[in-house]
């Protein structure tokens, strides 16, 4: 079946939308969390998350193989797991702005907890769906046109 101008424009969107959505998590661990290791765990302990060092590791190596996994689109659903996950836990431990009390820290918490719930949305999407054309899902089986 020959390739058409729709199939390459699917293709290519469909990889720029998995890069862009990656963006952020790439930058976290890279940008953020690997050059400020220090402050980002003693944070971690504020709020509560035990064991902080051992989970900001953890942490570092969920955004960085979900990322990498979604964006060639390699078992791009365990990768999108992984990253609803780390996002799960992100909300709950450092977007709780229920408990918040000063009304601008609980507006400026309320829009990140609703960011990261849109990101969620796409990571369910993407669990539910794969990671759609131009990806290594597909490579391996080419019967399925949205693998993944």
């Excluded at 190596?61 to 780390?86: C, E, H, Q, T």
């Excluded at 799960?88 to 907890?113: A, C, G, R």
């Excluded at 759609?132 to 899902?137: A, E």
């Amino acid at each position: 079946m020959p390739v058409t101008v729709p199939d390459i424009l699917q293709g290519s969107m469909t990889l720029i939308g998995r890069i862009s959505l990656c963006a952020i998590f790439l930058t976290n661990a890279v940008g953020f969390n690997i050059p400020n290791f220090e402050e980002v765990v003693s944070a971690m302990g504020r709020v509560g998350i035990p064991q902080p060092r051992f989970a900001l590791v953890l942490a570092i190596g969920i955004l960085l193989a979900g990322s990498g996994m979604l964006i060639v689109g390699w078992k791009s659903k365990v990768g999108a797991a992984l990253l609803l996950f780390y996002l799960t836990v992100s909300n709950m431990y450092f977007h709780n702005f229920w408990v918040i009390n000063d009304p601008v820290m609980h507006k400026l918490e309320m829009v990140q907890f609703l960011k990261n719930l849109s990101l969620m949305g796409a990571m369910l999407l993407i669990v539910a769906n794969g990671s759609g054309p131009y990806s290594l899902d597909l490579q391996k089986s080419p019967r399925a046109k949205f693998s993944g």
